[in-house]
């Protein structure tokens, strides 16, 4: 019989899940998140849910905070089950489900008031935030940009914030005006130097109405960078109804997700946090290292196959890697250009490090899609792919894989497969993208002209001949071709 999700049914569902050791009704909120979506469910609530299982840390449970419409769906499914969730752990050799229960409450999108109280609250004393790689106000080079228009808008009226940050700074200034420590703000988000980003978007934001606060935030407020890890797909019917089937439960919204994960922090915490070293986060000094390492070689390895996979008409991220060509092009794009130009990192091997990245990537359970990898790549190219670019062009090095990487994207909005089957867009700069790709068949100049995007890099004449090279092959000779022709060593102009 399938069990409904909920804290009446725990027990009947222990039957096929592991359920909490702890009663969910006893925990109290220390942490309000925004972006309650796959990934925070199967990373931050998951290592909260393994500590509250030893019977420590009650005190911390999660807040969600919606903010875009589509976190209001979110809330009424999670809500309709008492906030709880399904988390199928997937290994080759391995499938486990566990219910989940650290979330005690969602805040729904547009009750400003309930948020800010909640924010204001002594309880709470970590912000935390999944909202993606273009949810920070970012321009190419990095840096925080205070005219996009949300921003602004939120700078003209702070006492009525929509973004994310604007909520945050009014939540910190009520606190201030109470005389309550402040809370730490955390990203959990795949940006180089995530806690730095973060601190220039909240003081950049708060500059524009109020420079003393600002000040007041660069002084008392705690950013650490943080670098996470765990492949998560999305979740549609199929995972749905694969719980059903196989687990009895019937979950509004599973997630799915491989067994490997990984945090590690800045120990940077004034207001308190949950003791997480005791469930396998590692707090360090410098998170740097380990975040460049994961940014250039998984999501940049994401980033890599996610194009030529679609131009091939390949649905799922393991049939990518069991093809040889795309499978080939990255382990050479991997070890060629991009680990050579990543730091040392405290106790890894780089190279063993991207076979266990292959190995993941190749996990037929999983699921995960190149839809998935392919989306918003105007926020993931500058951030995955064309620093590592960057980088060697600095150096004086050759960018002969990491230049096709570019042309294939530009190949892919141009809008159809090599098949001649329409690509359906996922990017906020779909439009513009679109109309770049299409003038760059004759004009490889038309899409590196995208400045945002390209910033420094589409200046080096080395890489404009690269990628127009690489481009022009592409249409001429179609994907299959030309990533044989990188693997022999004979995708030189």
């Not at 067994?259 to 207001?271: L, Y």
């Not at 196959?305 to 080939?328: N, Q």
């Not at 068949?441 to 420094?456: H, Q, V, Y």
Request: hydrophobic share 40%; aromatic share 8%.
């Amino acid at each position: 019989m399938t069990v409904k999700l909920s804290l009446a049914s725990l027990k009947d569902a222990a039957a096929t899940a592991a359920v909490p050791a702890y009663d969910p009704k006893g925990l109290t909120a220390g942490i309000v998140h925004f972006g309650v979506g796959n990934f925070h469910r199967a990373h931050q609530a998951i290592y909260l849910d393994d500590l509250f299982n030893t019977g420590k840390a009650h005190d911390w449970a999660i807040i969600g905070a919606g903010v875009m419409p589509s976190d209001g769906a979110m809330r009424d499914k999670l809500k309709a089950q008492d906030f709880l969730t399904t988390v199928v752990e997937q290994d080759n050799n391995r499938t486990a489900a566990r219910i989940t229960a650290p979330m005690i409450d969602i805040i729904a999108p547009g009750d400003v008031a309930t948020l800010i109280e909640t924010l204001a609250d002594p309880k709470i004393r970590v912000v935390s935030m999944t909202i993606t790689e273009g949810g920070y106000f970012i321009d190419a080079s990095g840096r925080f940009n205070p005219a996009h228009p949300a921003i602004a808008e939120d700078g003209r009226n702070p006492s009525s914030p929509k973004t994310v940050f604007g909520l945050i700074l009014a939540g910190l200034k009520e606190r201030k005006a109470r005389g309550v420590i402040p809370f730490t703000i955390m990203s959990c988000d795949n940006i180089p130097g995530n806690g730095e980003v973060t601190e220039n978007a909240i003081i950049g934001l708060a500059k524009l109405s109020d420079p003393d606060f600002a000040h007041w935030i660069h002084e008392n407020v705690a950013f650490p960078s943080s670098m996470v890890d765990r492949i998560t797909p999305a979740t549609g019917q199929r995972e749905i109804d694969i719980l059903k089937n196989d687990f009895d439960i019937d979950d509004n919204w599973p997630v799915f997700c491989e067994e490997f994960k990984q945090w590690v922090m800045e120990d940077k915490f004034p207001a308190g946090r949950p003791r997480l070293e005791e469930v396998g986060v590692q707090f360090v000094p410098d998170v740097a290292p380990y975040e460049l390492m994961k940014i250039r070689i998984l999501n940049g390895g994401h980033a890599a196959i996610a194009y030529p996979a679609a131009l091939l008409d390949i649905h799922f991220v393991h049939e990518a890697m069991e093809h040889r060509l795309i499978r080939g092009f990255l382990e050479k794009l991997e070890k060629d250009e991009i680990i050579p130009v990543i730091p040392p990192v405290p106790d890894t091997n780089l190279v063993d490090y991207y076979k266990l990245i292959e190995r993941r990537f190749s996990n037929p359970k999983i699921g995960d899609t190149i839809p998935r990898l392919a989306q918003d790549g105007s926020n993931r190219q500058p951030k995955f792919i064309l620093p590592s670019t960057a980088d060697r062009l600095a150096k004086g090095q050759d960018i002969i894989g990491l230049s096709l990487v570019s042309a294939l994207w530009c190949r892919y909005f141009a809008g159809t497969s090599d098949s001649g089957k329409e690509i359906t867009f996922n990017d906020a700069s779909a439009d513009r993208l679109n109309a770049a790709a299409l003038k760059a068949k004759d004009n490889p100049g038309a899409f590196l002209a995208l400045g945002d995007i390209f910033g420094d890099v589409a200046k080096s004449e080395l890489f404009r001949t690269r990628f127009a090279h690489a481009l022009k092959t592409l249409w001429e000779q179609g994907t299959a071709n030309t990533l044989e022709l990188y693997l022999d060593g004979k995708l030189v102009k």
